[in-house]
């Protein structure tokens, strides 16, 4: 694995959106070759053919990311593929199709972009079976054996068991509370931790991953510190996790790693920058969706009575209140019986307005406000109110520690987790705020804002 805008990307989904644009890339120009009567060296080097096939390229990959194609590339049949392949290409006819009121210069030649787009449909297909079945086993070349059974190594291995496109096998395990050759998770235990060396000089491992759950006298140190030196990465099972997951383990945190580590907490200077540009593009986005939010307002108040902004108190950081705005999307005193309880699906506080506006994420543009007086964060960890803050706080250690910045429109929990009303869904929030806190930063930003855009025009995770 890759770490890429400070996330862990499997090297076969690299290797896939390098290969596929070289590709692209290869069609649209074989296309002009066989097209153009003038000479189409000179066409693509001086005369910006090259530069005006490029956002082809880019935008068929940008519609390929879209539909999920670089996430699960062995999971569709061929039928899906290749209709998923094709709207990828429509999208890049509807960009050639802006450029024609913006700028004919931008375009392609009409047929060459036809002819281009249709041995791109035929390669794609044609790579994409072949690559899910025969190449991309060629980088599932990290292969790791497993020191242990806690209950993060259970974790780690089930999740890989259901993951093979991460480029990571299970080679087996090294424990004393299962016998040898029985199966877990889809490899089996091959032997003792006493019999360390001889499985390691047996199943020849990339990387050794230490999970033990009682370490005090039983942790193999001597062993380890010369497979160590041998030149075989070891590394503890809450650091597989992390990279796995895109998730600090809770299980395995410590308050000593917080106090000493220089790791988890925000760096002071990635915090100021993201104020900065946190504040431009609330200004740019308040700007934009002005009309949209004015739009807004007007149903809201047509539609049902009650106010158009719902104010609600939120803990914000350093656990410091604020009002949140948002659009109302439910009925006037909706918790008047209830009181403070989580959103659930299909629920009937909700208005069909409301419905709507939560679906297409419209209820949360007023948060810019929010943003522009300081309070919030374009991206970062989504803001709780304060009833639920002291309750989670005393079931879950370190939720306190997610308010150590600013809280987030959008965030990292908030796309690679569904919406959840329980403490289990809380914890693994947390985890994904923790992650973010270790990393945050301007490209995680970049990474975390794309996949919202997204989520929100696939209309995924509403609630």
């Known amino acids: 694995m890759i770490r890429v805008f400070r996330v862990f990307v499997p090297t076969s989904i690299l290797i896939l959106l390098l290969s596929e644009l070289l590709l692209l890339t290869f069609c649209y120009v074989l296309a002009a070759y066989l097209l153009l009567e003038v000479d189409p060296s000179v066409w693509l080097l001086y005369d910006g053919g090259l530069a005006r096939i490029i956002p082809v390229v880019l935008t068929i990959l940008f519609g390929l990311h879209f539909f999920d194609l670089y996430t699960d590339i062995g999971s569709r049949s061929r039928t899906a593929l290749l209709l998923e392949i094709g709207q990828a290409i429509g999208l890049a006819f509807l960009v050639q199709a ?12 009409r047929w060459l ?21 025969f190449v991309s086993r060629a980088f599932h070349a990290q292969r790791l054996l497993f020191v242990g059974w806690s209950p993060v190594v259970q974790e780690i291995s089930e999740y890989l068991e259901g993951h093979p496109g991460l480029g990571l096998t299970n080679l087996g395990y090294v424990d004393d509370t299962h016998e040898p050759g029985c199966v877990l998770n889809g490899a089996r235990v091959l032997g003792p931790v006493r019999r360390l060396r001889e499985v390691v000089e047996e199943a020849k491992p990339d990387r050794i991953v230490v999970g033990m759950s009682e370490r005090r006298s039983r942790l193999p140190v001597q062993d380890l510190l010369e497979l160590r030196f041998s030149g075989i990465p070891i590394e503890d099972a809450a650091q597989t996790y992390e990279a796995t997951r895109g998730r600090i383990c809770t299980k395995e945190l410590r308050p000593a790693q917080l106090v000493f580590s220089g790791e988890l907490g925000p760096h002071p200077g990635s915090v100021l920058l ?16 002005l009309p949209l939010m004015i739009l807004a307002a007007l149903a809201v108040k047509l539609s049902s009575s009650g106010p158009i902004l719902y104010r609600q108190p939120r803990v914000g950081r350093d656990g410091a209140p604020f009002v949140l705005y948002k659009f109302r999307s439910m009925y006037a005193d909706a918790e008047a019986r209830t009181g403070a309880i989580w959103a659930t699906k299909d629920d009937p506080r909700v208005t069909p307005l409301g419905r709507l506006l939560r679906k297409l994420r419209l209820d949360e543009l007023p948060q810019f406000f929010n943003v522009l007086r300081g309070q919030m964060s374009i991206v970062g960890p989504r803001p709780e109110r304060p009833e639920f803050v002291q309750v989670l706080s005393e079931q879950i250690p370190y939720y306190r520690q997610r308010h150590c910045v600013k809280p987030g429109i959008t965030g990292w929990a908030q796309i690679n987790h569904k919406y959840g009303d329980t403490i289990e869904d809380a914890i693994t929030k947390l985890e994904y705020d923790l992650y973010y806190i270790k990393h945050l930063s301007p490209a995680l930003d970049t990474y975390i804002l794309f996949h919202t855009l997204k989520t929100m025009l696939r209309s995924r995770g509403a609630q």
Not at 98 to 109: D, E, I, K
Not at 113 to 133: A, D, E, N
């Open 274 to 289: 993201q104020s900065v540009y946190s504040f431009l593009i609330a200004l740019i986005g308040t700007l934009v969706t």
């Open 113 to 133: 972009m036809i002819y281009g787009s249709v041995f791109s449909m035929i390669c794609l297909l044609g790579w994409r079976m072949l690559y899910s079945r």
């Open 98 to 109: 802006l450029f024609s009121y913006l700028n004919q210069g931008w375009m392609l030649p």
